[in-house]
């Protein structure tokens, strides 16, 4: 089983608005990473975290934060977000091993107002 | 510094007409190049990896290979439902822990 799952699969919320969003998975991988997506645009790296510990912040504002509660999920808490930050949101996870493959979830896509 | 390029951007095909996809990659120390497949509003579906010049691997319809210097994504005889973007993306050595570089995807219309 590769299955990463996401949720909500849709979230509309306002500048002001504080909202979660959550990935789980089962497969014993101790990679797990955070990903935005524009349309037509490749996914952009957010967040990486590995045996629990964030060890990759690709500069995201601060507006986005990670958490990682246990090994099988992770969340990303938003506050404050702009119109552009309007994406798809991406989870990913895979084994800590140089090379190995990523395995995404479904994703949920944000719109600000 | 780690780059890919896929092209072409576009690709309209026929039902039943092959065709492929190319992935041009430049990194420093190969860890691995993936394709995934992506339709509209969803996550990227993982297809392939590749590790070294030489290796192919297939399934259904879709062959990969690889060389020092590119990818091809070989699709045989495709159906409308392979109608999606296809990404490629590799993990160099450098670069940070297990990131993946993108390419800017392949977007694929078969028609009937």
């Known amino acids: 089983d590769t299955e990463v799952t996401q949720t909500p699969k849709h979230l509309v919320m306002g500048m002001t608005n504080k909202k979660s969003l959550k990935c789980e998975q089962h497969m014993g991988h101790r990679a797990m990473y955070w990903y935005k997506q524009k349309a037509k645009k490749p996914p952009e790296l957010m967040f990486v975290y590995s045996y629990e510990k964030l060890s990759i912040n690709e500069s995201v504002p601060s507006r986005f934060s990670p958490e990682c509660p246990n090994s099988s999920l992770l969340n990303l808490h938003l506050h404050a977000l702009q119109p552009e930050d309007s994406a798809l949101y991406l989870c990913?996870?895979?084994?800590?091993?140089?090379?190995?493959?990523?395995?995404f979830g479904p994703g949920t896509r944000l719109l600000v107002l | 510094e780690d780059q890919v390029t896929q092209s072409p951007e576009a690709l309209r095909l026929q039902e039943g007409e092959s065709s492929s996809l190319n992935c041009s990659y430049t990194v420093s120390g190969l860890r691995g190049l993936f394709w995934y497949r992506q339709d509209p509003g969803k996550g990227p579906e993982f297809l392939f990896t590749?590790?070294?010049a030489g290796e192919e691997k297939e399934k259904e319809r879709l062959k990969a290979t690889l060389t020092k210097k590119e990818s091809f994504l070989h699709i045989t005889a495709p159906k409308p439902e392979d109608s999606a973007t296809y990404l490629c993306?590799?993990?160099?050595?450098?670069?940070?822990?297990?990131?993946?570089?993108f390419g800017a995807g392949t977007r694929l219309a078969v028609h009937p």
């Open positions: 590749l590790y070294s």
């Open positions: 990913a996870s895979s084994r800590l091993q140089g090379g190995e493959t990523q395995y």
């Open positions: 993306a590799v993990q160099g050595l450098g670069g940070g822990y297990n990131k993946l570089i």
